[in-house]
Each structure stands twice: as C-alpha cells, then as structure tokens.
T-cell receptor
C-alpha cells in the first residue's frame, strides 16, 4: 500500500465541469508535488509546494489550480479542461524540497469528454 | 538544461537472466539519482536512491551505480523474474528539487 493516498482513482468529467483531485500523506513531509503523465511518457512536473507555499509552477494553464490547505493535504482544482488534459495525475511528497526521496501515490486517471 | 536518457527503450528477456538498464544525464551537478518502477496504470515505486556522494546502492536483487563525472547510472537486476516486468524510470534531482525523468525502459521477463 502506498503512503500517499489519492482520490478519486478514476474521474470522468465534461469540459464545463468543476472537480477536484485530492492527495493526502501522513509522513510529516513538507514538500508536495503534482505531476501529469500521458501514456508511455514519463511524469511531467506541474506544481511544487514547500511548507504549504507554492514554490514552483511549471507554466501550467490556469484551468488547473492547486491548493495546499495544510501540510498533509494537497488539492488540484479542475475547471474548463480540454480533452488533451486527459492523463494520469500523480501526487508525490518528500521530506523537503531537496526531494530525498519522493514518494508517489497511485494517481487519478482523468478522462475529459 | 538537464536531459536524461535511458537505453534501451524496451527489453525482453527470459526468466533467470541478469540484466542491466542504463541511464545517462547531461549535467553532472545533481543532488541525487533515483530509480523507480511503474506498473501499468499505477504510480511510481521508488527502488533505489543514490546520493551524489555515493557510488552505488543495493536492495535485494537490485544494484544501482552512479558515475557522476561521466553522467551515467546503471540498474542491475539479478536473476530476473516475471514479476519484475514493468517500466523502469531513472530521475535526477538538482538544486531546485525537481525530478528530471528519463523516458523509461519497459522490461518484459518471460517465464
């Protein structure tokens, strides 16, 4: 069982819907990450939070909005997504931003109709 | 800009073989290198992490080496088993904490 829990495991939504992906860890890690992974490609970093503050945004479109309510939780709010946003969204955490090592969740499989 | 390359892209071997997966990176100024395993539709499982000051790490049948000066790492899998079939990803971390991934090697171990 992974120590990083992501919900839901699968999500199908229309382009006009608003939904949120959730990630939770209880390892006391202070850095949390969102990655996007397309089929047969490596994960691509989207956002990094360090001590609940956004430290890296990899020029992600504003239809993706991250939120870190506390040190254990990370959300990704979705609005007006496009079909090309269909992918596996992975959350990860690490002790701090030097990233030693990063622990990944099993991801949310997102499909945009 | 850091680039990570993994060779081969795919590998098929009979059960019991020892095998080596290769990873190279263009900028030697890394903090660490991490090998991951990914099963289809699943997240990444960390296998081994090598700090920049280390030369190798071992866990069970897995051994990873790091030659920072030449920008290379290898993952050695001894006595491969069908359960080892997965995609193996190598990733390096620099001073930003960002993981830079290679494209992965997809391994199939045939019974």
């Amino acid at each position: 069982d992974t120590e990083v829990t992501q919900t839901p495991k699968h999500l199908v939504m229309g382009m006009t819907n608003k939904k949120s992906l959730k990630c939770e860890q209880h390892m006391g890690h202070r850095a949390m990450y969102w990655y996007k992974q397309k089929a047969k490609k490596p994960p691509e970093l989207m956002f990094v939070y360090s001590y609940e503050k956004l430290s890296i945004n990899e020029s992600v479109p504003s239809r993706f909005s991250p939120e870190c309510p506390n040190s254990s939780l990370l959300n990704l709010h979705l609005h007006a997504l496009q079909p090309e946003d269909s992918a596996l969204y992975l959350c990860a955490s690490s002790q701090d931003r030097t990233g030693l090592p990063q622990h990944f969740g099993d991801g949310t499989r997102l499909s945009i109709l | 800009k850091q680039e990570v390359t993994q060779i081969p892209a795919a590998l098929s071997v009979p059960e019991g073989e020892n095998l080596v997966l290769n990873c190279s990176f263009t900028d030697s100024a890394i903090y660490n290198l991490q090998w991951f395993r990914q099963d289809p539709g699943k997240g990444l499982t960390s296998l081994l992490l090598i700090q920049s000051s280390q030369r190798e790490q071992t866990s069970g049948r897995l051994n990873a080496s790091l030659d920072k000066s030449s920008g290379r790492s290898t993952l050695y899998i001894a006595a491969s088993q069908p359960g080892d079939s997965a995609t193996y990803l190598c990733a390096v971390t620099g001073n930003t904490g960002k993981l830079i991934f290679g494209q992965g090697t997809t391994l199939q171990v045939k019974p």
